[in-house]
């Protein structure tokens, strides 16, 4: 079972992005409401995947893309973010997040992305 | 069971409801605080979920209002809409809608949301160039359509003026309520007068309260002021800022803004060097400026700190001789906290020379003329290459001031308690005459005394301040006031007690006459008067010269 | 209270005795008489005197007056606080109804050898005096009367004591009326802003 980390501040989008993963059979391995738990958590359960709000209230999404990335350079990271935030998706995808969510997001679009992702080859390192 | 939609439903209110309240209290922080990136940051992250979460559950109004406020606010954030009056009563409309909306998700009877009020966040939105008259217009709308008032009112600095110095009339009159009682022995009117007592001293620090701002509402402004004059400096600055909370009376602060700019500017323009200067003194390019507020019993103690080149001791010598502020003897003889103070006289800094070289103190007599209006105290203290310190103590409040009350040839005077240092009784004995004056020994610090009778009261040609057979009685009372790093002793004839006094301000012509800051009434109706320390320190300076 | 009284001619403050007053058409018909007006001057007060009501009051041994539009007051002198380090026309200060005021003493102001007839009287009285720019006390010794008179009654200040100095300017005329001389003084200008300045400036 594949392994997924939910880094999100808003409980209700980590309840709804939990309930589809784990509806669709994924594993959660853990939920993050801030930055500096996201790290802790990348670092201790080393998912096969994140799903990153871009802003959280002790950090930006950015920043923890880059913290994540000096620890594990091939961690797979998916970006969940709002309409108007193009910029910093953009940013992000520059320093390796491997796709985009947009918020409100169809189970679907979610759960599509999500496998796709996952079924990358995982550049070896 | 509850369904999973019931479920999304509950975490969704839970959670807007908690955003709605954080909202509510960060958007009151903003106002006191329109400067602060943290702050806006968090309103912009709460909106954002709150955005995010109703189009995901379907509260499409919800949604839209919080998508209209967040952009106001990224406005705000990018400097392209100011946290104006206008802006911020639409804005507080706003998140009250959102919090109506939040209530009423399940009401099926809620309506629609106030057209005007929606109308009034696309002007503030889309509408920038002219949207202050577009937004008048709409205001009066909006104040027939409240039903729930806010919690906060915005009021007149004016109106608390006002209210200030009726608590202070007040204040008199129940001295004098109270002395009367005491001298018609009623116990009646004695338990209705210490009631009448807690009351009015109740509601005096009530207006004291009212009027109260954080410090935090003038440090907000600095940033940018000090990225702008370091980006014309061509210097490098780090600003920290110390004690947002501290609270200070409203005017105070008001008076205290330009001088803080002032030193703020000071400090960089001249005190901090360019980056490679620095570098070539050993210390980091970039240079520190910190702005530290504490609280200090009743006062306000306000610091400006930066690690600049400090100040060069020798070169206010130099102009305090060229100045005719000092012979060039007593200025070699200075301790350096008084050559400092000397930077603070009138005529030391306003020579476009001295700034060059010196590095300080254009117009600093001005910073400390504003600074001695609000009674408050300031002082400098440096260390060559290494930066330079400002303090400044600051009352809290402005009307009642804690003061000494004491008696000179049977007249009442006072003296705010922010000038003095010590009260002492010395004998006679203990006062050595020395050079026309009279000096004390007090702790191993030499300490000049005058006596005040002989000060204000010989006839000028015949003062003599040197000579103790003036004095009445072996033993003296004396108040060690300090000013501008001069201590002076005052010596009384009879000493009373502490007490808060109303200062009112003497009136034309008086206002003239600066040896008094003003008069108070004392609970007997009489009048006292009270000494303006900065003015009695150099009244006395200069009669020492003569 | 009227800046001049035209018709209310007894219009004065409660505190002050009144004083035998000369009615407009008396005085107009004595001047008249006398002859020492012209006829358009005596015709036009006729028609309508225009009237000042004064405040007089004894200054050594002679009478001046103040307009009563600028006096705010007439009240028994309340205990005057000295202030040191003030010229020795002030007096000091006295909290009159709450409001602190510096009481000026006239006769020293205008180097006046005071009455020593008045020796040994203990009340005195204090005028209250308000323009624009300052609020005073004026201490006599006497209580202040009321008086109204033709405005014409009123000479302008002879022109060599406008030159003797500058600082005479504060007497605005000089009014003559039965066989009174009275000085009457503009308080606008009784402390002129130099004079003001003049307050030791510490």
């Not at chain 2, 110390?242 to 323009?269: F, K, W």
Request: proline letters at 4%; one cysteine or more.
């Amino acid at each position: 079972m594949k392994r997924i980390l939910i880094v999100d501040d808003s409980f209700y989008m980590r309840t709804m992005l939990k309930n589809m993963l784990s509806d669709a059979g994924y594993e959660i391995v853990g939920e993050a409401p801030n930055g500096q738990t996201a790290l802790e958590l990348a670092k201790e359960t080393k998912p096969d995947l994140i799903t990153l709000d871009v802003i959280l209230p002790d950090s930006t999404g950015l920043e923890v893309l880059k913290g994540i990335r000096q620890e594990q350079p091939d961690q797979k990271v998916i970006i969940v973010s709002a309409v108007g935030q193009e910029v910093i998706v953009n940013e992000a995808m520059e320093y390796g997040a491997k796709s985009y969510i947009v918020k409100p997001f169809s189970e679907e679009n979610v759960l599509e992305v999500v496998s796709k992702v996952l079924a990358e080859d995982t550049p070896k390192s | 069971m509850k369904s999973r939609e019931q479920e999304y439903k509950e975490i969704f209110i839970a959670e807007a409801l908690e955003y709605f309240d954080a909202l509510n209290r960060h958007i009151s922080i903003l106002e006191k605080e329109p400067e602060s990136d943290e702050t806006l940051a968090e309103i912009f992250r709460l909106l954002h979920n709150l955005k995010a979460n109703s189009k995901a559950i379907g509260y499409l109004q919800i949604s839209d209002v919080s998508h209209k406020l967040e952009t106001a606010f990224s406005l705000i954030r990018n400097k392209e809409l100011s946290f104006s009056d206008e802006v911020v009563k639409v804005l507080f409309d706003g998140v009250d809608l959102l919090g109506e909306l939040i209530h009423n998700v399940d009401n099926p009877n809620y309506g629609e949301p106030d057209p005007l009020l929606l109308r009034n966040l696309d002007i503030i939105v889309e509408n920038l160039s002219d949207s202050t008259i577009e937004l008048a217009k709409v205001q009066r709308y909006n104040t027939s359509k409240n039903l729930a008032l806010s919690e906060l009112i915005y009021i007149q600095i004016r109106k608390l003026d006002h209210m200030m110095n009726l608590v202070g009339e007040l204040m008199i009159d129940r001295d004098r309520i109270l002395s009367i009682s005491r001298e018609l022995n009623s116990d009646e009117l004695k338990s209705v007068s210490s009631h009448l007592y807690r009351i009015t001293e109740e509601l005096q620090y009530s207006v004291m309260d009212a009027r109260l701002v954080n410090i935090g509402s003038l440090f907000n402004k600095f940033p940018r002021i000090v990225r702008d004059v370091a980006a014309a400096e061509g210097k490098q600055v780090n600003l920290v800022l110390e004690g947002h909370n501290i609270q200070i009376d409203r005017n105070i602060l008001q008076i205290m803004a330009d001088s803080l700019l002032h030193l703020v500017r000071n400090a960089i323009t001249h005190g901090l060097e360019k980056p490679e200067e620095r570098q070539a003194a050993g210390k980091d390019a970039t240079g520190q400026l910190r702005l530290a507020a504490q609280s200090d019993r009743e006062n306000v103690l306000l610091r400006l700190i930066d690690d600049g080149r400090g100040i060069d001791l020798n070169v206010v010598r130099r102009t305090a001789v060229e100045k005719q502020l000092v012979s060039a003897d007593t200025a070699r003889t200075m301790a350096e906290h008084e050559l400092l103070s000397l930077l603070f006289e009138p005529g030391f800094s306003t020579a476009k020379e001295v700034t060059e070289f010196s590095g300080r103190g254009v117009g600093l007599d001005v910073v400390k003329n504003a600074i001695d209006s609000i009674g408050g105290r300031i002082s400098v203290s440096s260390v060559k290459g290494s930066g330079t310190t400002f303090s400044m103590q600051l009352p809290t409040s402005i009307a009642v001031k804690g003061a000494l009350l004491f008696e000179v040839d049977s007249i009442y005077f006072a003296i705010p308690l922010i000038h003095t240092e010590q009260v002492v009784s010395l004998d006679k004995d203990e006062l050595h005459e020395v050079g026309g004056v009279l000096i004390a020994d007090l702790k191993g610090e030499t300490v000049t005394v005058v006596y005040l009778n002989e000060l204000l009261n010989a006839p000028e040609q015949e003062m003599r301040l040197g000579d103790k057979t003036r004095l009445n009685g072996q033993v003296q009372n004396i108040i060690i006031v300090s000013y501008n790093n001069r201590k002076l002793g005052l010596i009384v004839d009879k000493l009373y007690r502490q007490q808060d006094i109303v200062v009112k301000p003497l009136s034309k012509p008086l206002e003239q006459i600066d040896i008094y800051g003003g008069v108070t009434l004392l609970g007997t109706g009489k009048v006292c008067l009270v000494l303006d320390v900065p003015a009695i320190t150099r009244y006395f300076t200069q009669r020492r010269q003569i | 209270m009227p800046k001049t009284s035209k018709t209310n001619k007894k219009a004065e403050p409660e505190t002050l005795k009144a004083l035998p007053e000369t009615t407009s058409a008396e005085v107009a018909a004595s001047e008249a008489g006398k002859g020492e007006a012209t006829v358009s001057e005596s015709a036009r007060e006729l028609v309508s005197p225009e009237m000042v009501h004064l405040i007089v009051f004894k200054l050594g041994t002679e009478e001046y007056a103040i307009r009563i539009d600028q006096v705010k007051e007439v009240t028994v002198t309340p205990e005057i606080t000295r202030m040191p380090r003030t010229p020795d026309f002030v007096k000091g200060v006295a909290n009159i109804r709450g409001d602190i005021i510096a009481i000026i003493d006239l006769a020293r102001r205008f180097n006046i050898r005071p009455d020593t007839a008045a020796d040994g009287v203990n009340t005195s009285y204090t005028l209250v005096v308000e323009t624009d720019t300052y609020s005073i006390g004026v201490d006599v010794r006497e209580v202040p009367q009321s008086l109204n008179l033709p405005l014409t009654k009123i000479d302008k200040t002879p022109s060599f004591l406008q030159d003797v100095s500058v600082s005479e300017n504060f007497i605005e005329g000089i009014a003559k009326t039965d066989n009174r001389l009275i000085i009457v003084l503009d308080m606008h200008k009784i402390l002129t802003h130099e004079e003001v300045n003049q307050l030791p400036n510490l």
